[in-house]
């Protein structure tokens, strides 16, 4: 019966084949080729169903084998209240014992059931964890775009979809008794979504935000020290970027914007040192005021703006406070910080060379420079010794020239 089943179904797989898609007069055709598939594939499953309750009808006229002799039955289990008694402590010490849970343990424990989900679902503790993991490279900036993205998601989603003309295999699908028509031809099937919905969390919660970095969902803006893996013409620096975390290997890769004509560039294998948030909410393409200039001393660390063009984005370069050559460098007698002129040393650079020294005026500093030596911008005082620890950490082993 089956080379005759198979037999007769293949004119209907040729219609399959053979007819345009596009072509409505076909249209019809390709239809009833589907229908043929169909009943065909029902009639073989009733047949090998046929026959396993054959074989099950012989295999039951056999005689029974002996019983074995029967293990002891295990010890009564514990009753739930017995062996979980953790929803009836009282609130604060649960609340201490889930602060205590790591990420993917306090996940695990928001699937026990209904009463628990929600209590490990709170944004007091994934705001924790937030902090802890991703507080050094997330900024202000990097919430404003997530929730800009949720935005947008709920706009998305609230536009409505348009109406799908119905073809006849959908109107089979709906009247023939045979579930997998609907899943496995028909287009537009929300089920699965609708699942995917009812396990994950809420869009706007803490934890779905951590679970977007975590999985690398989310691209976020940070900055990183020695773009394009410590190119010799970027250290030193600091440029603004788009991150992403892969969890397999513990990096990031970052998504570096256009220079000029130059296109977009991506780099793998950012180490978490290499990665900060942008210390000032000034744009890569604007012009950071400066704040600090009064306050400037010879040994003082900052970072100063630069960019090659003007058709380039900025960014952050380490360097010294000098003193002025007319200046005795005997820190009692020292008067730069009196002076309207402030000599800005880049250290990493050998004596003579074009970028070892710059100055900027202290009372009307505005972007200076020109196409041969860049354009200097915005500057920002570094105040704490760990920014200067970090711009210490990535020092080049050899002077550049």
Known sequence: MLPLLLISTLPAFTLLLVAPASYKPWKLARELGLVALLIARELLSHSASAAAGRKDRGARRMPPPPKARQAPPPPPALAMDDALPLLDLPELALDRVLEELAPASLAAMACVCAGLRDRCSMDSLWARHVRGKWGRVLGAAAREEWEAELAARAAAAARPRPNRRRSWADSLACAWPF???????????????????????????????????????????????????????????????????????????????????????????????????????????????????????????????????????????????????????????????EDDTIMLEFKHYAAGSRWRQTTVSRKDHREKGDEADGFYGGIRKLQTKDEISTWRRFWPVDVLS
């Open 179 to 337: 579930s997998w028509i609907g899943c496995r031809w028909v287009k537009g099937d929300t089920a699965a979504p609708a699942v995917h919905s009812a396990l994950a969390p809420p869009a706007d919660t803490v934890v779905a935000w951590y679970r977007a970095l975590e999985c690398g969902e989310f691209w976020f803006p940070a900055q990183v020290y020695n773009r394009e893996d410590g190119h010799v013409g970027f250290l030193l620096s600091c440029y603004d970027a788009h991150l992403r975390y892969d969890r397999r290997t513990d990096t990031f890769t970052a998504r570096y914007p256009p220079h000029g004509r130059k296109p977009a560039k991506e780099e793998d294998g950012v180490q978490w040192c290499r990665v900060r948030s942008a210390p000032v909410s000034t744009p890569a393409q604007d012009l950071h005021i400066s704040g600090c200039l009064d306050g400037l001393h010879p040994g003082d660390h900052f970072e100063i703006q630069w960019r090659k063009n003007k058709d380039f984005p900025y960014g952050w370069w380490y360097g010294v406070v000098g003193h002025l050559e007319s200046c005795n460098p005997n820190e009692h007698l020292c008067r730069c910080h």
